[in-house]
């Protein structure tokens, strides 16, 4: 993502990061929003919690909630 851009993270959002996890895994998913942008890491399950600021900084890609062709119910 280019810097400086408002990255409209949404719960259910899966992101990719610019640095992998130590597990492996390059892929995460939004589970909270805030001041704080909460991350689980989708190979681990691991919780992470970065400012909005670092988390729009080290975005990829985002691959918006609705997006993945999930059955609401």
Known sequence: MKP???????VGD????KKRH???GSHWE???????IG????TCGRR???SRRNAELRTVARIPAG?????SS
Not at 4 to 10: E, L, Q, Y
Not at 30 to 36: N, S
Not at 39 to 42: D, G, K, S
Not at 67 to 71: F, L
């Open 14 to 17: 899966r992101v990719t990061l």
């Open 4 to 10: 400086g851009v408002r990255i409209p993270f949404t």
């Open 48 to 50: 992470v919690m970065l």
């Open 22 to 24: 130590p597990c492996g």
């Open 67 to 71: 997006a993945r062709g999930e059955v």
């Open 39 to 42: 991350l689980r890491c989708t």
């Open 30 to 36: 939004v589970y909270r929003i805030g001041a704080d």
